[in-house]
């Protein structure tokens, strides 16, 4: 069965220092995963895709991602935070006719 | 162009009582898929929905149904509301219906959200 895990539900970090948010998947195939970010108010947003290509995934908003097959990992990284990046994230692993979300992890962006 | 509308965007119940949710998915969108989002918690898959047929279920009873019109937009569901149906209701729509292939993208509208009293 598929799974995905989040390790923190909160993470704070200053604005202008590097986001790590991380993720761990479990598959028993190649799995597709995504990264999603949720505003307050707003709909979910699709951050970046890992789909079996390129290893390094590069998203919207200077996010990126690296798959790691051995670690079973897909940690999302930023190299500078900004206030705008404060949300909820969401680590996703896609079965073909299902969708699993983590249960999120909440960025804080300290002044 | 207009995004996924969802209507009511907000909605007080009581147990025992019946909901219906509405979502229009983007222009061109055939697949409409629903999600609760429990506070704190992730959202769950609930019901896909393409071409007006039910293409995958999540672990949900029997007292969440869907359905799909011919304009692709979509309805759900829920009889006999319980204190725990209190959540963000979210819907999605895409182009089809794989949910692993990086070029359907799923586009959220922002919920409804269900209280339950």
């Known amino acids: 069965a598929q799974s995905v895990t989040q390790l923190d539900s909160h993470v704070s970090v200053s604005e202008g220092t590097p986001v790590l948010l991380r993720c761990n998947y479990s598959s028993s195939y190649s799995p597709s995963l995504f990264w999603y970010v949720q505003h307050p108010n707003k709909g979910l947003q699709l951050l970046l895709k890992y789909t079996s290509a390129a290893t390094l995934v590069k998203g919207i908003n200077g996010f990126e991602a690296e798959f790691k097959k051995s670690e079973t990992s897909f940690h999302l990284t930023k190299p500078s935070a900004h206030m705008s990046d404060a949300a909820e994230y969401f680590c996703?692993?896609?079965?073909?006719?299902?969708?699993?979300f983590g249960k999120g992890t909440r960025l804080h962006i300290l002044p | 162009d207009a995004g996924v509308t969802q209507s009511p965007t907000h909605l007080i119940k009581t147990r025992g009582q019946h909901v219906t949710l509405r979502c229009s998915p983007i222009?061109?969108?055939?697949?409409v898929s629903w999600y609760q989002q429990v506070l704190g918690q992730g959202p769950q898959f609930i019901f896909q929905?393409?071409?007006?047929?039910?293409?995958g279920r999540g672990n949900f009873p029997d007292r969440f149904s869907a359905r799909q019109f011919p304009n692709y937009s979509s309805e759900l569901n829920v009889n006999a509301l319980l204190l725990g149906d209190s959540a963000l209701y979210l819907c999605a729509s895409s182009l089809w219906t794989a949910f692993n292939s990086g070029a359907n993208v799923l586009t959220f509208g922002a919920g409804s959200r269900l209280t339950v009293l």
């Open positions: 222009s061109g969108h055939k697949s």
């Open positions: 996703v692993v896609t079965p073909y006719d299902k969708i699993i």
């Open positions: 929905y393409y071409e007006k047929e039910e293409r």
